[in-house]
């Protein structure tokens, strides 16, 4: 029987939570779809600061490449702000990021049928969205120098620098345009080109690569423009193709078209190694430790994990039924259920009990 090696980065706030409902339905979705998985749970963000001192030890870098996959939960909290930014949690899944070169960041916003009204938008804007938002995400400004906070003339200055090479925007828009390709044709490059240089560079880069891919239709939106797009009317879109914070802002707003950020997976991925998958979602330290956590999003993720980092796409059908199932019949968690919720009849459940539904659907 194959056994895969997981490494499991449960990290701070409502990580751990969410990381034990996740393990137990991988668990139980590998024993009945004929494979194995061996766990190896490291610490990253707060959670290592607090064991090592650094927030992504060499060792938990290690393990994840010596991995076929890699689960990460959620990094960060309040005690960790005052630190020196090389020290914070946030600067750990940089480095995590940087360090398997996953330069690809995939994070599909599909409405599911039964939460269409959880979403602050009206139903017939979000009814039958299904998009994907492709971040480029180890480059950018995110990444770029120089960088830093210097003291001259009695004034602080801080700054950063928002840059990108050729062959970067070459790697993220061709990852773009062949999901394009196996979906429905469509790619919406996302830029400030209008503005900036890099941004035109971007453009660049992107229109001449249209040429390979004739049965792609691509368009082309100003950031400030694609923010306002994906409320007004979400359904045009088919793949969003950004850069790094572009892509940070927009995919959390598009977040919100589902209802809650609490059920959105993505999937970060190089040109080889283990892929790492995370939920967008935070930490939320305001509500760790109560049991309020919605774990959907990790659960999806989970699901990601096991249809494009193990090539297990049946395991991962099961598990994505089963998160239908659970909100079909009406479970929710604090995040999701609302007035509307309410007003349906739906019943409030805390994150364990939402794991328990899972693991009775599968
Ligand atoms: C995300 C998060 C991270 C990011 C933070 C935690 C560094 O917001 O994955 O979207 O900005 O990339
Ligand atoms: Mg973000």
Redesign the pocket.
Known sequence: MTTYRITLLPGDGIGPEITAVARRLLEAVSASHGFSLSFDEQPVGGAAIDACGVPLPERTLEACRQSDAVLLAA??GPRYDGLPREQRP?SG??ALRAGLGLFANLRPVKIIPALAGASSLKPEVIEGVDLMVVRELTGGVYFGTPKGRVEAGGHVRAFNTMAYSDYEIDRIAKVAFQLATERRGRLCSVDKANVLDVSQLWRDRVTAMAADYPAVELSHLYVDNAAMQLVRWPKQFDVLLTSNLFG?IL?DEAAMLTGSIGMLPSASLGSDGPGLFEP?H?SAPDIAGQDVANPMAMVLSAAMLLRVGLQRPEAADALERAVDQVLAAGCRTADLIGEAGLAAGCTRLGCAAIGERLLEAL
């Open positions: 990094i960060g946030e899944l940089l940070d995919s967008v935070g």
